[in-house]
């Protein structure tokens, strides 16, 4: 197999957005009758490889080969007609047409400029029995699941001869059953010839299906490896970027003094706690005074651990304790009720109203909680504005201009500001330093751990993991949205140790919460 | 006990969900027309039918391209405005005197030129076209008071042939050459929505637009062809209601595009788009005619009535789309 010529080779390619350098001289190549994963971390320039691959993006550099001849697509269209095909994560069909016209729909075959459905239908069956599904090709695609929908889309796509087939996360809302079912289509597709190129933040699944992995990072290519010869510790060490050891000394350098467990009340104990398809049930107490980190790779679900314990998604299972009384967390209002607050991963789009002041952003999670009826009264909005644009040393310190104009940093600030005035009892905070400078993420992680010896719960959400261990008290780790381990950070833990966790997934010790 | 469940369970997937909007708007209908027969006995004669036909022709091709509009999630307020223009310009050319072919042409190249233009506006300004339709109604209204302040009748002969051409058998029942015309435009609809790219286009964007984008569908093409059928529609409609009133006048079918897309939903097309049927909307309209001939026959009824039972039924079947979940994202 890896004898035959590359149906695909991208050499040297570059992309350049204002700012930022997406792809920097990556190449890749992609034979016919392979599974190739290609895996980095978000913002690795996975998405902008494909985009520039199917002609949504052109290059700054490179060349493209199809087949052994130099194309440049300009668009999706031109991609498919040459047969590149794209299966996107989200399914993009018309759920209201019936399966077999999805599959046609553009293409259909007509006698006369009529379309002849029978014709269609027959084709349609045809197809399907090639991916080995058995539906009725006349029934409404919405009736379906979004597995058979995945499906139906891959029929569209390798419908008009395509030689490769691009799936770019198609599993992330499908479960295992579905999973399974997908895999065996692309086992059989594989088998057929067909060259695909598979995207997924899911280690286990690049390890059952991929012959080979191409690791990215930073926008630039770490390299091509059969999967047989890559273990999963090197391929998260490959995707990360460091040397565990490198990692181990950074850390060595501070850490929180979690030598002494917290001895505070249980204030949020869920059990058997999970939704379908975001992420798997998991037990998790928190106690005052305690910061526990939740690590993992991007896409493992951290976020959506954070977002069921603020009741911004529903738990579909499982069962939530405040302070020993059992209640649900079915919304936000609920959440804040019990004084729990969450400053979003995403501050642009969920947590910062850019046109608002600074003061009118502080006081908004207070004014909610107070209920719209009872306005909070200027003078005592002026004094604790003050006091936390102070305390936080938000600049410019002016509580009256529009929290668009600060830099990322400060806009982390007033987010906080704003939880912070609501004297929360467990404050979730969701990559609060992402994205933001050095200084200032060294003041909110000083903040964080002054919280906490205030007597306030922290889950600590982030990306870093340098930076969980110096301030967690106790770590959970999540893998491929399931909460693998939950380890207490004494000397024995290091960051060597959580990517072993991240990389293998449960079987090493779990530490009972 | 079992069998039973199961039987269940098989007859209700045998009848696919989109289809129950029609029916029960077919339901309705035949209960309407039930209730008249037992009331009245002159309600019995066939003619009433026909009728129903004659007053509402030019309503049933306006509904026509009404539903390919709201089949794409769209909607088109300007109709009732271009249903006047046309019959306003159709009856200045004609006292001006223009030949009845030339005038022909010229009115039914109106309302699709301005529904061509509506369609681009709303496709390549990306614009709603809820305000660039009405922009459309104020527009051909104005240009209807412009043409004359007052009522204009039309004297042409081949406009009162039209008229007065009754076309059935010697016993006495009849129906108009409108309502003929009214059947071939229903005809070439239908066939166009079920058998042709466009119609299957139009169902497509109607059901997720971005997902016709991404996959390779002409959808700024068929959004402004979808105007331009209305449009054009909408000029048949002005032509036939000239035939019935043989007069422009500048304050007619004011409110019209109301009834219609009231003709619309209660004929089971679901107003976000991508689901239902041109023969739901002639069965909508029916419905629209058949209370009207109810309140007429009552005698004692102010007819006003109608758009109360009329708003009932809309609020009825909007209900009816949501409880039957046609929901589509």
């Not at chain 1, 058995?134 to 889309?153: E, H, K, R, W």
């Not at chain 1, 979690?258 to 998790?284: H, I, K, N, T, Y």
């Not at chain 1, 314990?309 to 919304?331: E, I, K």
């Not at chain 2, 026509?64 to 009856?91: K, Y």
């Amino acid at each position: 197999m890896t004898g035959s010529q590359p149906v695909l080779t991208m050499t040297g390619i570059s992309k350049s957005f204002p700012g930022v350098r997406a792809l920097d001289g990556v190449d890749f190549r992609l034979l016919p009758g392979e599974v190739h994963a290609l895996m980095g971390e978000n913002g690795a320039g996975k998405s902008t490889l494909i985009k520039v691959l199917t002609g949504v993006y052109r290059t700054d550099h490179g060349a493209v080969t199809l087949g052994g001849a130099e194309v440049s697509f300009s668009g999706p269209m031109q991609a498919t007609a040459a047969g590149v095909s794209t299966v996107y994560q989200e399914v993009n069909l018309c759920t209201n047409l019936s399966v077999a016209e999805n599959i046609f729909i553009g293409r259909e075959p007509r006698r006369l400029g009529a379309v002849r459905w029978a014709e269609m239908r027959r084709r349609a069956r045809a197809l399907l029995a090639r991916l080995d599904l058995d539906i009725d090709v006349n029934a409404q695609l919405g009736t379906y699941s979004l597995a058979v929908q995945q499906m139906v889309a891959i029929a569209r796509a390798i419908d008009v001869e395509a030689r490769v087939l691009v799936l770019d996360e198609p599993t992330s809302s499908l479960d295992a059953g579905e999973v399974a079912q997908l895999f065996r289509v692309m086992r059989q597709l594989r088998d057929d010839g067909l060259a695909i190129l598979f995207v997924t933040h899911f280690l286990d699944q690049v390890y059952e299906i991929a012959d080979r992995i191409t690791v990215l990072r930073n926008g630039r290519l770490v390299g091509e490896y059969p999967t047989s010869e890559l273990p999963q510790l090197g391929l998260v060490e490959k995707m990360i970027g460091k040397e565990l050891r490198a990692l181990e000394r950074l850390d060595e350098q501070s850490r929180h003094d979690a030598a002494a467990p917290v001895e505070g009340a249980p204030l949020l104990d869920v059990r058997e706690l999970g939704r379908r398809s975001a992420v798997a049930r998991f037990d998790l107490t928190i106690h005052e005074g305690e910061v526990v980190g939740l690590a993992g790779l991007l896409g493992s679900g951290r976020t959506e651990v954070a977002r069921l314990l603020f009741g911004a998604d529903r738990a579909d299972h499982g069962s939530v304790r405040v302070h020993g009384t059992p209640t649900s967390l079915r919304n936000p209002v609920a959440a804040i009720g019990h004084g729990i607050g969450f400053c979003s991963e995403n501050r642009r789009a969920e947590g910062i109203v850019g046109e608002l002041s600074v003061r009118e952003n502080i006081i908004l999670a207070l004014q909610a909680a107070r209920g719209w009826l009872r306005p909070v009264p200027r003078r005592r909005q002026d004094e604790l504005v003050d006091r936390y644009v102070r305390a936080l040393s938000i600049r410019p310190a002016d509580p009256d201009i529009p929290v668009g104009n600060l830099s990322g940093g400060n806009q982390q600030k007033v987010l906080l500001a704003r939880w912070l005035i609501t004297e929360p009892r467990l404050l979730i905070l969701d990559e609060p330093t992402r994205g933001i400078d050095i200084g200032a993420k060294t003041e909110i992680q000083r903040l964080v751990a002054q919280l906490s010896d205030g007597g306030m719960a922290v889950l600590f959400v982030s990306a870093e993991l340098e930076e969980v261990l110096r301030l967690s008290h106790r770590i959970a780790v999540m893998r491929d949205r399931e909460m693998v381990a939950q380890l207490t950070n004494d000397q024995s833990v290091d960051a060597d140790r959580i990517m072993q966790t991240i990389a293998a997934g449960a079987g090493h010790e779990e530490v009972p919460s | 006990m079992t069998t039973l469940s199961l039987l269940a369970a098989r007859t209700r997937s045998r009848l696919p969900r989109r289809h129950v909007p029609v029916l029960a708007t077919l339901v309705l209908l035949l209960v309407l027309y039930g209730v008249g027969v037992s009331q009245y006995r002159a309600f019995s004669n066939i003619q009433v039918v026909f009728n129903v036909f004659i007053d509402n022709g030019f309503l049933l091709v306006v509904a026509v391209g009404m539903t390919f509009v709201i089949l794409t999630g769209g909607i088109d307020l300007s109709v009732g405005s271009v249903v006047a223009m046309t019959a306003m310009v159709s009856a200045f050319l004609l006292r001006e005197g223009l030949p009845a072919a030339l005038v022909l042409i010229i009115a039914l190249l109106i309302g699709p030129t301005l529904g061509f233009l509506m369609g681009c506006v709303i496709h390549f300004f990306d614009i709603q076209p809820f305000i660039v339709t009405l922009a459309g109604m104020f527009f051909a209204r104005g240009m209807c008071t412009f043409i004359s302040g007052s009522s204009i009748p039309i004297t042409d002969g081949f406009w009162t042939r039209m008229s007065q051409q009754r076309i059935g058998n010697p016993s006495g029942n009849f129906v108009s050459i409108s309502v003929l015309i009214a059947f071939a435009v229903v005809a070439v609809a239908a066939y166009t929505l079920a058998y042709t790219r466009l119609g299957r286009n139009v169902y497509a964007i109607g059901g997720n637009s971005q997902s016709a984008l991404l996959m390779g569908l002409p959808v700024g093409r068929t959004r402004i062809a979808v105007y331009t059928i209305s449009g054009l529609c909408a000029a048949i409609g002005g032509i036939l209601l000239s035939f019935y009133t043989l007069s422009g006048a500048p304050l007619i079918g004011v409110g019209m595009e109301l009834d219609v897309i009231a003709a619309v939903v209660i004929g089971g097309t679901v107003l976000t788009g991508g689901s239902g049927y041109v023969f739901g909307t002639v069965l909508g309209v029916l419905v629209l005619g058949v209370i009207q001939t109810l309140i007429t026959f009552d005698g004692s009824l102010n007819s006003w009535w109608t758009k109360i039972v009329i708003g009932g039924l809309l609020f009825a079947f909007i209900l009816l789309q949501r409880l039957i979940g046609i929901r589509y994202k």
